[in-house]
Each structure stands twice: as C-alpha cells, then as structure tokens.
C-alpha cells in the first residue's frame, strides 16, 4: 500500500461521551419535551449514531431521566461559585433570589428540567431519592445564608430561622412553576418583585438594598 494514501485515511471520530450524550438529550428535551423526544433525536444531536447512545444507555427511559438527573446537577456548580464570591450575607441572599428566577434563556431552561424531573417521579416513585437529593441541596442554601446572616445581626427574621427559610424556599417553588408555564399573571419580573419584597420583609432589611444588590448579579 502507498504509504501517502495510507496517511491520508481520514480518522474515525472519536466517540461521544456519556456527558456529551446527555447535554445533547438536555437540548432536545427543551424544544421537545420528554415525552416526544425520542433516541434517534439525541443521536443527532450529538452527532453520533443510535447505537452509540444504546452503548451507554440501554433504553430511551434510561436516557432521559440521566440526562435529566445529569441536568438538575448542573446548576449548582454556578450557585456554589456566585455564592462563594460575596462578601456578606445580604449579598448572598440577593445573589440567591436571583439566581432563584427563571429568565430567558438557561435559568428558563434548568427550570424546565427541574419540572421534568418531579413529573417523571410523579409516575416513578423509585426516583424520588434522586429528587429530594436535589431540593434537599437547595433549600441548604437558603438554611445557611438565612442562619448566617440571622448569627451576624444583618437579618432578624420574623419567626424561627429554619421556618423563615422554608417560607422562601416555598415561594420561590411556587412562583418559579407559574413563571416557568408562561401564565399571563406572573412573569419574571413579576416574581422577582414578589420575592425581594418577601425576603425583605421576611427577615428586616432594607428593600432598596437588597434590589440593588441583586441587579447587580
């Protein structure tokens, strides 16, 4: 054999990852859904093929709640950094509510794969560990700063520590569903508004500080 044209055989493609697997599933959950997306729609996403997906997943089922679960993870990696940045608690907090609003574009998008996850364990139970481990990691945040800032004297919260973080926690589930489903009466806006104001209120500080704060995010 010619040893140029040897060298000149084009190189197979490397094979995609799980991880790469999963963020194209993400992507096609989003203009999909779960329900109408389907193996050979992740495969081309990630430019690969149905059986390469099969490799790593052995059912579309098995896919899609990884990739759902790979998805809830994600989020938590900027939360963790932004949070880590701020020098007090009151700038924790507004970092947090505004990191807590579906806006357009991926906050809009990690929300929609939070909603998808919970509807899947609706109808599987056996998901709900994996669930929980998830909301149990985000009402932490909410506990920590809501107790730090109660320990240092920047917040005096109206009833106890653990129940005034539940309370935000709450409201922010709630309103986030409604902002997530488009309803005409609660936009992001709308909800961030709310929420700063109850916060505000809810632990004794300044509103227009706490705004301020948050814009700045």
Known sequence: MDPVAKQSRPTRPARPTAESILAAACRVIVRRGVDATRIADIAREAG????????????????????????????????????????????????LLELSIPYTG?????????????FRILHRPELLPAGESFDSRWR????????????????????????????????????????VLGGSWMTPERMREILL??????LAVPYDELDRLARAR
């Open 197 to 202: 104001r109850f916060a505000a209120d809810e």
């Open 48 to 95: 690969t093929s149905t059986g390469t997906v099969h490799y790593y997943f052995e059912t579309k089922d098995e896919v899609l709640v990884a990739a759902l679960t790979w998805a809830n993870e994600q989020p938590y990696n900027r939360v963790d950094e932004l949070l880590g940045q701020e020098a007090d608690d009151l700038s924790r907090l507004a970092t």
């Open 106 to 118: 991926s906050p809009h998008e990690e929300w929609v794969f939070v909603l998808e996850l919970w």
């Open 140 to 179: 932490r945040y909410f506990h920590d700063v809501v107790r730090s800032g109660t320990d240092n004297g920047a917040f005096r919260p109206v009833a106890a520590v653990d129940e005034v973080a539940d309370r935000l926690v709450a409201l922010v589930d709630g309103l986030g569903i409604k902002t």
